[in-house]
């Protein structure tokens, strides 16, 4: 009986020891595809769309790696098949423009032959940073096993930076940094803004000798907005970027039928005074030689009582202290009186 049990035993251990040989040898068989090549994904048509040359990537941009069983005896199409795998990602430059330093795999959909197929990658993600020139990477992506033991490495060096659109008399932002490089004197230029929210959002400018800007519009409305106001209906023109500001002072027009604009800065609204509204166009007009954010609704927004926000009111002096001095002022007279009534009781 008892050499049965340890046969028995010796059977269940062969068996383990088995099975950890064979996931130690899968996990040696994950590697990056041959070519290691950085893809974009084409969410409209199912595809992965190789990055050129992979020295210019672009700012705000999500980067994929295949990963793949090198002896192809499985499919990776499920995040479980690599849970015996490791991302570990070591950045050498350029660490504040990977917006995270964490790397991780995902399953992503693929056409190919008119059929859809599933595939591992790694994927990484550049910062939206608002520089205006481009800025060296440097990273490497490692795949490991439990033990720590590499299986497979890519080294990416790179430059980050954003599209560039460039000025004429009339033109449309597809690239927020802007260069004025041929604009003739006291020529004014139209620029357009335009996205799936707003549409042909234009700004007028004398820009001769202007010098380049980041010009972007973004018009997600911010969820504190959304939180605060939840009956209202809201838009939001935001202009990103640290250098909004032209020589020249220009007309922007913010094509929105709404009662109410209002700028947003530091995440408090203040009433736009001088904006203009056009009924018969459903538009508004602002001069101003700086582009900064609107908050447009259809209703009054009005600061909870008690809170530093804006509603109608937004706008309200600071405190200078005027009535605390007046008072100190009032109380050092009754005090010098009194100093001259017991004098003279002396």
Do not use: C
């Amino acid at each position: 009986m008892k050499k049965v049990l340890a046969l028995v035993l010796a059977g269940v251990m062969a068996a383990s020891m088995s099975v950890v040989s064979f996931a130690a040898e899968k996990v040696a068989d994950i590697k990056f595809g041959n070519e290691k090549a950085l893809y974009t994904y084409d969410d409209d048509h199912d595809k992965m769309d190789p990055v050129d040359g992979e020295t210019a990537l672009d700012a705000n941009t999500t980067y994929y790696l295949e990963v793949v069983d090198d002896k192809e005896t499985m499919p990776l199409d499920k995040l479980s098949k690599l849970n015996d795998v490791k991302v570990r990602t070591s950045i050498s430059t350029g660490s504040s423009y990977i917006s995270s330093k964490a790397t991780s795999f995902v399953i992503k959909t693929i056409k190919e032959d008119n059929a859809k197929v599933k595939k591992a990658y790694v994927s990484f993600t550049t910062a939206d940073k608002f520089q205006m020139e481009e800025q060296d990477i440097e990273l490497t992506i490692t795949l490991y096993d439990s033990n720590g033991n590499s299986t497979d490495t890519k080294d990416i060096a790179a430059s980050v930076g954003y599209d560039e659109s460039y000025a004429k008399p009339y033109f449309k932002v597809d690239g927020p940094v802007v260069k004025f490089e041929d604009i003739d004197d006291n020529d004014e230029i139209e620029i357009e803004f335009s996205n799936d929210d707003v549409d042909n959002v234009i700004f007028k400018v004398a820009a001769k000798g202007q010098k380049d800007l980041f010009l972007r519009m973004d018009t997600d409305v911010p969820e504190a907005l959304e939180d605060k106001f939840p009956s209202a209906d809201i838009t939001a023109v935001l202009f990103a970027g640290n250098n909004k500001t032209f020589k020249k002072t220009g007309e922007l027009t913010i094509p929105v039928d709404a009662k109410y604009i209002y700028s947003y800065e530091d995440g408090k609204l203040a009433v736009l005074e001088d904006a203009k509204y056009d009924d018969g166009k459903d538009e508004w007009t602002i001069k101003t030689n700086k582009l900064g954010n609107y908050i447009l609704s259809d209703t009054e927004l009005v600061a909870a009582e008690g809170e530093g926000e804006t509603g109608t009111d937004a706008e309200t002096n600071p405190d200078t202290g005027a009535n605390d001095f007046v008072g100190l002022a009032v109380a050092l007279a009754v005090v010098s009186v009194a100093g001259i009534a017991v004098a003279k009781r002396k």
